[in-house]
């Protein structure tokens, strides 16, 4: 399986900024990370999981949750492997462990969590008043 690793996250004021990266730090065989579309998702505690950015394996296309347009940009390096979320204008709201998702793009891009079954582990943002 294609493995997923994110780095980045933090503890930042209101109003600060981060960037978390999604590196495919392992893959295999007939695995290729970049034919994957690669979205990152949020989730805290009694919450859902909300889809946050999502971006084609050659960046063709992307999208955004409303709560995070205009401040959030998802880029990708394929060369490198790695996915990037950069994170402006940080509110407490965002505050959520961060995931990335792997998804074939043969099936197309999601938001929705259960469209995806290989992930990473997390890393937490936290975002204070």
């Known amino acids: 399986q294609l493995q997923l690793a994110e780095s980045g996250g933090g503890s930042v004021g209101a109003g600060g900024s981060l960037t978390l990266s999604c590196e495919a730090a392992k893959y295999t065989g007939s695995t290729n990370a970049n034919n994957y579309c690669i979205t990152w998702f949020r989730q805290t505690p009694g919450k859902e999981r909300e889809g946050v950015a999502y971006i084609s394996s050659l960046s063709t296309t992307a999208g955004y949750a409303d709560s995070v347009k205009g401040r959030f940009t998802i880029s990708r390096d394929n060369a490198k492997n790695i996915v990037y979320l950069q994170m402006n204008s940080l509110k407490p709201e965002d505050t959520a462990k961060y995931y990335c998702?792997?998804?074939?793009?043969?099936?197309?891009?999601?938001?929705?969590?259960?469209?995806?079954?290989?992930w990473g582990q997390g890393t937490q943002v936290t975002v204070s008043a």
């Open positions: 998702a792997a998804r074939r793009q043969l099936l197309g891009c999601s938001m929705r969590g259960a469209d995806f079954e290989t």
